[in-house]
Nanobody
Framework: QVQLGESGGGLVQAGGSLRLSCTAS????????MGWFRQAPGKEREFVAA????????YYRDSVKGRFTVSRDNAKNTVYLQMNSLKPEDTAVYYC???????????????WGQGTQVTVSS
């Protein structure tokens, strides 16, 4: 059982930055691939970024490449999403996710956090 808790969301102006954190319970954090998803009002949840067990491989949706960076600290059971050059279209609830499988963490992860709101004003 893995429990995930996100933090770091908030209101920011376009062009600004935020860093989201997701801390996981349990002693097997390093066994899990971690992902970030987001859901804007009236839209389906979409994949944003993912990172493998060691942090050596990362994945991003095209619209955030070059602006967002996913990283992890296995000693702190935490995964991060650094978001720079934010745009109003990045406004959404951001969810942390975990799965043992790198493919599934990008599509249908088993564990989900409860989400944190990110609002980007124009």
């Amino acid at each position: 059982q893995v429990q995930l808790g996100e933090s770091g969301g908030g209101l920011v102006q376009a062009g600004g930055s935020l860093r989201l954190s997701c801390t996981a319970s349990g002693r097997t954090f390093s066994s899990y691939c971690m992902g970030w998803f987001r859901q804007a009002p009236g839209k389906e949840r979409e994949f944003v970024a993912a990172i493998n067990w060691t942090g050596g491989t990362t994945y991003y949706r095209d619209s955030v490449k070059g602006r967002f960076t996913v990283s992890r600290d296995n000693a702190k059971n935490t995964v991060y999403l650094q978001m720079n050059s934010l745009k109003p279209e990045d406004t959404a609830v951001y969810y942390c996710a975990a799965d043992l499988n790198i493919v599934k963490v990008k599509t249908t992860p088993y564990y989900w956090g409860q989400g944190t709101q990110v609002t980007v004003s124009s």
